[in-house]
Structure formats: structure tokens, C-alpha cells
């Protein structure tokens, strides 16, 4: 439960538009999530097979906040990509364990 509350916020909505026009048809909606893993740059991590050939990107942070995103770099073979979404704000961003403090299963 409080790994969830502590890493909940920067778990994000990932929106990538491919195809055609969006008025004439043809645009697929490829929807899936991310996590920020820089809170003060604005840098998301997702998977790469969510925004391949992507026109367009938005990362939805709550129901109220969503930013255009660009793609910063990419890996298909690895299945990851790293976006940005505008800096000047505070985002929340996930909490990385360390070795130390990591333990393995439950008991």
C-alpha cells in the first residue's frame, strides 16, 4: 500500500495518435501508461510499441492536466522510449529503490 500512495502520482496516461486525418478517418488511438522518471525536466518513461509512428503525443498526469509530449529517444528492439512533457513545473516522479533497501518476494 505504500509503495502504491508514494509511486501512484507519477504513474502517467500515455495518448498517441497515428494514421490519417483525424477528420477524414483513418487515426488510430493507441492508448497506455508511463512514469516520469525526472520530476523537475519533465522525462516519461513508456513503451516504445505505445508511441511508434505517433503524429502526436499527450501525456495525462490526472484528469486535469495532459501535455503534448515529443519524444526525447527510442528503442524498439528493447521496447522503451523516453518522452518530454514541458519543464518549468514540478512533476511528481517515481521513487527508485536501492539495492540495500530492496527485498525479493514476500515472506
Known amino acids: 500500500m505504500k509503495v502504491a ?3 501512484g502520482p507519477a504513474v502517467v496516461g ?5 494514421g490519417g486525418d483525424f477528420f477524414k478517418g483513418g487515426v488510430r488511438v493507441i492508448q497506455g501508461t508511463g512514469v ?4 523537475s525536466q519533465g522525462y516519461v518513461i513508456t513503451n516504445y ?6 503524429q502526436r503525443i499527450s501525456v495525462s498526469l490526472d484528469h486535469d ?4 509530449a515529443t519524444v526525447v529517444d527510442k528503442d ?4 522503451l ?5 514541458p519543464g518549468g513545473g514540478i512533476y511528481p516522479k517515481s521513487v527508485w529503490a536501492t539495492r540495500r533497501g530492496s527485498r525479493w518476494g514476500r515472506r
Not at 516520469?36 to 520530476?39: A, H, N
Not at 492536466?65 to 503534448?68: K, L
Not at 524498439?76 to 521496447?79: K, Q
Open 5 to 7: 500512495q508514494e509511486v
Open 14 to 18: 500515455i495518448t498517441a495518435l497515428t
Open 36 to 39: 516520469i522518471i525526472e520530476g
Open 49 to 54: 510499441h505505445v508511441i511508434a509512428g505517433a
Open 65 to 68: 492536466r495532459i501535455y503534448g
Open 76 to 79: 524498439e528492439r528493447s521496447d
Open 81 to 85: 522510449a523516453v518522452l518530454k512533457i
